[in-house]
C-alpha cells in the first residue's frame, strides 16, 4: 500500500469512505458532488444507491448510521436546502455509526443556479465543519470526521468547492479498515426528538460543541506555519493554496481545517504574533466573523470579493501592490459557445414545438438538461428557481396572470429525475386544485445533465444491482387525474407534439403532457442506433434553411445549402427532416 | 518552476482523458502535479478547459490571467478565447479544426476563420496541426486528442524524462482503441 496516485478530491472522499470502513452510502446527484458517489460502486463492501433527493438520502443514512454503520451523504450545495430540515434534528439525535455529509459548494456557479456558502449551515445545524484544500486533505478529513462525529456524538459537514472536488492533486493510498458495525441499541430518549427528548438533547449538543471546541485548539488540522510575523492570514480550504500561490514562505499563515466550533484560542494566539492579519476565503465572511468577534482587527471582505471563485491573482491583487503579468490581445474575438442540448435530444422536439406556441403561454422551468432550452434560438424558459420549481411556480403564476386579465396559460416543464425528485407533491397539488395550467414532464429515462446517474425511473441501480422501475406516468395516473388530461407523446414527432400543446393551450385546467424519449447518449440507445444518421441531399437543398431553426449541432450552413456537419453524432433522429418540404434530408443507415 | 498548461476544446473532445494521460506521466516523472477541470453544464458542446501545473511543488489548482505557458486547443476558435491564459513568451499548439457553436449555426454571429492569422502574428510562437484529420485518416476521429498529445510532449521535452508514454495512454484508453491511439501519438509527436 501507500501507493501515490492522482485523485480529484471527489474521488479522494470516495477513497475516504472505503479506508474508514463505511457502510452506507447515499446521493441525489449534482455538480460538484455527483462523482463522489460514481466512485463508490468500486468498493462493493459499502452499500451506495441514489436516493430520489437529497433530504431522502440523508434519513436513510440517519436511519442507517442510528443502526450503526458509518454512512456518508453526498449533495450539492442547493441539495443540502433540500435536506436541511432531517439535518437540524439529526444534528440533536447524534452518532451511533459516525455520520459525515458532504456538501460540494459552487462559488462561481459553474454549474448551479445560486453561490450559497454552506459552512453557514454548521452553524445552524450544530454541526463539526472540516473543510479541505486539496485531495489528500479530502481523504484524510473523511477519516478524521468519523472519528469525531463518534468520539463527540455530533454530526460532521465536510464542506468542499467546486476546485476542490474537481481539481486532481497527489493522494497517499493506506489500507482500508473493516467496515465498522456497531451495535443497536435502542435508545429513546437519543433519537424520538420530541420536545421533552429534544430539550434534553439540545443541551447534551452545546456540551460536546464545547469539547469539540477544546479539541479544535489543539488539533492537527487547525495549523500555524510561523514566518515572518509582520503579516499573518487565516484561511481554509482552497483558498489556502491560493494564500500560499501568492506567498509562499514570506508570511505566517493560520491554516483552519476544522473551522466549526471555531478555534477561538489558537485564533487569539495567532492574532497576537502577528502585526498585520488579512483573513482570505471564498464566499461570506465566515472566519472573518469569528476572527473580528473575538476583537481582533482584520480585513476580509473589504478587500477580498465575496462574489465569485477564488483565484491567486485576485489575491494578489487584493491585498499586493505586485503587477500580474503580461500576456496578449489580439483584435479578432471569438463567437460564443454556450452549452447546447446534444444532437438527437429529445427536449429539442419540445422546445422546437414550444417555439410555435410561445405567444400563447409563459413557460416556467427547471434544473435539468432542459435548462439549456432558455437560449437561442429558443428562448423557452421564463423562471427557472429550483428542483421541482416547474411544476410548482405555474401554480402561483395562473392565479397572477389572471389578475391582471392576461390570457396566457402557465406551461411548467421538468425531467423524469427531477419529477421523482420533488415535481411529484408539486402535481399532487396541481391535480388537487385543477390549476388552469399545462406540466410537461420530459422523461428520457435518465438524469441526464450530470452525466447519466440511475433513477427511480430506470431498471439498475448505482452498483448495477435490478431494481424496480417506477413509471412516472403510473405515477401521473395515480394522483386520479382524468385521463383525457393526460397527453403522452413522441417530443421529436412534430404531428404529435405540437397536438398536445395545441390541445393543453384550447382546453381548460390542468393538461399534462409526458414526452417520452430517451437520452441519446443513453450506451444502449447509442448501440441500437448503429450508423443511422441523416445526409443531406446537396442538390435538392434550395437553401431555405427550415432545418436550421430545430438548432442542432449536428447540421451546419455553408454556400447556401444545409448540411450535415457533425455526421458522428447525428442521430438520425428525423427532427430536422420534419421540417424540409424538398425532400432534401434523408436517412442514411 | 511551476509550468502552466491550458487544455482547451469543446465538450466531447477528449480533453480530460488528454489531461489523464499527461498527469499519469507527471506523477511517475516525480513531479507535484495539479490539474483543474469543470464538468457538468459547460460539457454540453460548450468550451472546455482543463487546467494543469506541474513542478517541484504546486499549490493553486487554477490558472490565472497570463500565467499559462502553453495553450494546446483542439479547436482553433478556443486558442483564441483562451488566449487570456497566455503569458508573454509562452506558446500554443493548436488544431486548425473548425467546431461552429451554436449561434455561428443559427447565423447571429460569425465564425473568424482567419483568426489563427492573427493569432501568429501577434504570439509568434503558434504550431497550427491538422491532429483531427490525421485522426480521421488513421480511422478515429476522437484520437485527436492523443495525437496532440503527442505533440504537447515534443514541445515540453517529456519524451526525455523516462517515462513510457505510450505505456500510459496503454493503460488509459479502452482496449479496442489502442493501436489508433498509439499510431496518433506517433503522428503527433512527428508533426
Redesign the interface.
Known sequence: MNE???MSGNEAIARGAYEAGVGFASAYPG??S??ILENMPQYKDIDSRWANNEKVALEMACGAQAGGLRTLTCMKHVGLNVAADPLMTIAYIGSNGGMLVVSADDPGM??SQNEQDNRQYSKIGKLILLEPS?SQECKDFVKLGYELSEKYDLIVLLRVT??VC?????VTLDEPLPKQVKKYVTNVEKRAMLPEMAIKRHIVVEEQLKKVEEYANNCDINKIEYNDKKVGIITSG?SY??A??VFGDTVSYLKLGLTNPMPGKLIDEFCEACDTIHVIEEGEPFIETAVKARGHQCTGKDKITIQGEL???IVQTSLTDKP???????????????????AGCPHRGFFYSFTKFRDKVVALGDIG?Y??GV???FFGEEMCVCMGGGFSTPIGMDIALKAQGDTRKPLGFLGDSTFFHSGLTSLIDAVHTNSNIILCLLDNSITG???HQQNAGTEIGLMGNPVHRVDCVDMVMATGIDKDRVHIVDPINQEEMDAALKYSIENDGLQVIVTRYPCALLKPIIKARGKKHVEVDQDKCIGC?MC?KV?C?S???KDGKAYV??V??CTGCGLCQQNCKFGAIVTVE | MTKNIILVGVGGQGTILTTKVLSKGLVEMGYDVKMSEIHGMSQRGGTVTTQLRYGEKVYAPNIGDHEADLIIAFEKMEALRALFYLKKGGAIITDDKEIFPMPVLTGEQEYPEDCLDDLKATVGDVTVIKAAEKAAELGNVKAQNICLLGALIKKLGLDKGGVDWKEIIKATVPAKVVDVNLAAFDAGYNM
Not at chain 1, 166 to 170: D, L, Q, T, V
Not at chain 1, 324 to 342: I, M, N, S
Open positions: 501515490k496516485v492522482i455538480t460538484p455527483t462523482e459553474h454549474s486539496d467546486t476546485r474537481h481539481s486532481k492533486s497527489i482552497v493554496q491560493h500560499k500561490e483565484t491567486a491573482a500580474l503579468p503580461e500576456g496578449y490581445t489580439v483584435k479578432t474575438q471569438p463567437a460564443d459557445r454556450p452549452p447546447v442540448l446534444c438538461c435548462g439549456l437560449q437561442t434560438p445533465m450530470t452525466g434553411k436550421m438548432a449541432p447540421l451546419a450552413f456537419d457533425d458522428a453524432n
